[in-house]
């Protein structure tokens, strides 16, 4: 069998290195700043919306989300028909360092695809998203309390 998903966690750790190092003068760390960007992206969506985009359990997204509105990148709102629903939305410190965020991710994607054609490029979202999908359904599964049969 190859070895897909070593390579696939060894590109996203480097690449997750490199951004906690280079944002870390912006008080953003540990991941913090795929928070900020998905809020910027989706204002007013809920944390557990936020936690199923990003993939991770509600406690590491509610330690993000706590960090995030202490340095000021966000604030909670509570919704109007449900006053138990608080919904994320950037301050306006989180959507001046949106733009700066998104020229990294570009950055990274140029440099990540250089070489590849347009076309190769496609094929490898594509693929991803296809590979995505399947491992969404345990991530689902595992998620509710179960163990998966291997």
């Known amino acids: 069998m190859v070895e897909i998903l070593r390579e696939i966690g060894m590109i996203a ?6 951004s906690n190092i280079e944002f870390k003068d912006l008080d953003l760390t540990r991941g913090q700043y795929l ?3 998905r809020i910027c992206e989706n204002p007013g969506i809920i944390q557990e919306k936020l936690a199923e985009m990003i993939k991770v359990d509600r406690t590491t997204t509610a330690r993000a989300i706590k960090k995030l509105e ?4 966000i604030e909670k ?3 109007e028909q449900n006053k138990k629903i608080k919904k994320l939305y950037p301050t306006e410190k989180g959507m001046e360092v949106y733009p700066l965020i998104k020229r990294e991710n570009d950055y990274s994607n140029r440099v990540a695809l250089q070489g590849f054609s347009e076309a190769e490029a496609k094929t490898i979202l594509d693929l991803l998203i296809r590979v995505r999908k399947n491992v969404e359904v345990d991530w689902e599964y595992v998620k509710k309390g179960n163990k998966r049969d291997y």
């Open 35 to 37: 928070y900020l960007v």
């Open 77 to 79: 709102k509570e919704d």
């Open 13 to 18: 750790r480097a690449l997750d290195s490199i």
């Open 70 to 73: 202490m340095n000021g990148f």
